[in-house]
């Protein structure tokens, strides 16, 4: 007796299986903040559309994170590739009595693998730069997970090259360590390795989102059976 693999076969033969779906969260602020938090309020009104965190207050920088919610955090080294965004628009960015502009950038953080004194060690991308007179964009990356080195655009923290004094990467740690760990992921005007002065927001983040793509199967339906 022998162990024969077969599979599901249609008139035209063998049917590979179709990739499943993408997994997709946005948060709209609708229902609340849903485990995300900043040093803004949620806000009925003046979103994209509707409920929104706005910023109003003079500070460092804006921003917005979650340390709980579950399609943001956790091992994102499941999914070949993940697609994470916001909706971001400023009104007015004041430093010194001038309008400036800011970054926006989205940072996967990892406290499991911080050393060094570091609160933790992080990947980050700048999403893009928002200043009075821009309307609402819809501001998003999409990266592997799995890859061992940093992928194009991105940088690291929890660590400092002795000679440019540059944040990066610990030794050893690499980009798809971080993300098999992800205990907080946060959407800031803080760029790393940059300091900043008092500055004057009115600002707004809406939508903050993740699409997980799902790996593909071999075959549909395939089962095994004895001869």
């Known amino acids: 007796m022998k162990r024969v693999a077969f ?31 900043g040093n803004a309020p949620i806000e009925p009104t003046g979103g994209n559309p509707d409920a929104n965190a706005h910023f109003l207050l003079e500070t460092f920088g804006i921003r917005y994170s ?13 999914h070949p590739s993940i697609t994470v965004g916001v909706d971001a628009v400023a009104h007015s960015i004041t ?11 989205v940072e996967f953080r990892s406290r499991t693998l911080a050393q060094n004194g570091y609160p933790w060690t992080s990947v ?44 990066r990467l610990p030794p050893g740690v690499t980009f798809a360590d ?21 500055t004057i927001f009115d600002a707004r983040f809406d939508n903050f989102r993740i699409e997980r793509a799902q790996g593909d199967a071999i075959f549909a339906n395939g089962f095994e059976t004895e001869l």
């Open 7 to 37: 599979l599901v076969v249609l008139a035209a033969g063998l049917v590979p299986a179709l990739p499943a779906a993408a997994q997709t969260t946005v948060v709209t602020l609708e229902n609340g903040a849903e485990g995300w938090d």
């Open 178 to 198: 971080v993300m098999a760990t992800v205990d907080e992921v946060e959407f800031s005007t803080f760029v790393p390795g940059f300091f900043y002065g008092f």
């Open 95 to 105: 430093y010194l009595g001038n309008e400036v502009s800011r970054d926006v950038v």
């Open 124 to 167: 980050w991308f700048n999403l893009g730069t928002i200043a009075a007179g821009t309307p609402w964009q819809s501001l998003s990356v999409t990266v592997a997970p799995n890859s061992a080195t940093l992928p194009a655009g991105w940088g690291g923290y929890g660590d400092e090259d002795p000679k440019t004094f540059e944040p």
């Open 66 to 78: 979650t340390e709980t919610h579950p399609a943001f955090i956790g091992n994102m080294t499941l």
